[in-house]
């Protein structure tokens, strides 16, 4: 049986742990030293790491923990990241045989340009496109590939468990709340939020199914949503396509 643990790093980060009891891979490494700590401490061999972006705090670590334990390395093949040794793009598959592991991988492009996801029955390693109740910022992607790529997301099965890489939930149902007050699913995922941190629990994973009934940024067609917008614009929508909607929403949430 494939376990999966948060190991945390810097002040929000989760590098994502998957072991069997024996050996490990982990996901999107920005800290090398809590994960060498966490796997002596479970006595687990690293045997690969995966990479979701080319940003440090999820592969600051990479290269010395490929070096230490001899760990293959995957990562997005359209990103320069150090010590990557199988680079990989929409439709390649990992197999990590140590773990009887099968990854399949999915472009998701918007956060970074080259961002990829890793997914399996039941599993999504999405890095910094979806978060809890979020989404990340727009870097050197647009606006309309980082929608696409939520959209391809929320196809995924109702009941795939999101492993994102922060733990940003809290503060993205704040923001959500503003944009959909009627939401009674978003009201009660504040409650079990808050429930969860103060007893000192990650609020993830996720559901696909809980995001797409929370997530404002999967949520962009309610009439609410995009009430307030406008009330937040001061002006109308120039339209209410889909992509422009979203688009006004991000830019919202980057001065929130």
Known sequence: MLNIFPIPAFQ??????????QHAAVV?????APVRAWLEEHQLRLVAILCT????????????????????????????????????????????????????????????????????EGCLFCGDTLFGCGCGRVFDGTAQQLHHSLQRLA?????????????????????????????????????????????????????????????PFLRCTEPEIILNIELNLGSALPSHDEVDTFAALRKWKNTF
């Open 155 to 215: 196809k995924l099965p109702d009941e795939t468990r999101v492993y994102c890489a922060h733990e940003y939930t809290e503060a993205s149902i704040h923001f959500a709340l503003v944009c959909e007050p009627g939401n009674a699913q978003l009201k009660q995922r504040e409650a079990d939020a808050h429930a969860l941190r103060a007893a000192g629990q990650p609020t993830l994973p996720s559901t696909i199914a809980l995001e797409k009934s929370t997530n």
């Open 53 to 120: 972006h080319r940003h440090n705090d999820h592969t600051g670590g990479v290269c010395e923990l490929a070096q230490v334990y001899n760990a293959a390395v995957y990562g997005p093949r359209l990103e320069d990241i150090p010590c990557i040794n199988h680079k990989l793009g929409e439709a390649d598959v990992v197999e990590i045989r140590e773990l009887n592991l099968r990854l399949e991988v999915l472009d998701i492009p918007g956060h970074t340009c080259g961002h990829i996801a890793y997914v399996n």
């Open 12 to 21: 929000d980060n989760y590098i994502w742990a998957l072991h069997d009891g």
């Open 28 to 32: 999107d490494p920005g800290d090398a």
